[in-house]
């Protein structure tokens, strides 16, 4: 029995052992990596090979110059673009534009007739043109969606009639 008493002590203090080994490779695992860090950090703080041999302060006067250089670099920021507004309500390119309410009923029969295909029946009304370019107008009556009483907002101001379809609120955009 003694002889089976110490091969179990045998066995215990091999595994004590055995532990304790593991421990310190644990321990020294741990302390060289975090030597490993450490010397990491310190190398990327000091002065490298960039210092051409002056030493620490020139080091820092090169920073300061390179910090200066790269603000005289940056770009200046874009100018401020503002974006003119459309006009509203407005006349389109195309619209028609006419100075009398009768002109405008004539050019309505004038594009009627043209569709139905009797061109000669129905002359084009000389009060009316074509819009080349967005207009701004103020609209002052509407009798029904294709016969609209506006004010064009361009100097100088003229009063006429359109057929063009004028919403009360802007739509779309």
């Known amino acids: 029995m003694s002889n089976l008493r110490g091969s179990r002590r045998a066995d215990r203090s091999e595994d004590n052992t055995r532990r304790d080994r593991r421990r310190r490779r644990g321990v020294v695992c741990t302390l060289a990596l975090a030597i490993a860090f450490a010397a990491t950090s310190v190398a990327a703080q000091s002065p490298g090979a960039g210092d ?8 820092h006067r090169q920073r300061r110059s390179e910090v200066s250089t790269e603000q ?3 770009p200046a920021p874009p100018a401020e673009v503002k974006m003119a507004l459309e006009p509203w309500p407005r006349l389109d390119p195309g619209a028609v534009f006419c100075r009398t309410a009768e002109d405008l009923r004539q050019h309505l029969a004038a594009v009627s007739a043209r569709l139905d295909g009797s061109s000669t029946r129905y002359a084009e009304a000389p009060g ?4 080349r370019t967005r207009t701004a107008v103020a609209v002052l009556s509407r009798e029904g969606p294709a016969h609209t009483q506006v004010q064009i907002s ?10 063009a379809f004028l919403p009360e609120k802007r739509t779309g955009h």
Do not use: F, M
Request: charged share 20%.
């Open 52 to 59: 051409n041999g002056y030493g620490a302060g020139n080091s």
């Open 128 to 131: 009316c043109r074509v819009i």
């Open 72 to 74: 005289a670099k940056k």
């Open 154 to 163: 361009a100097a100088p101001p003229e009063t006429g009639w359109t057929d």
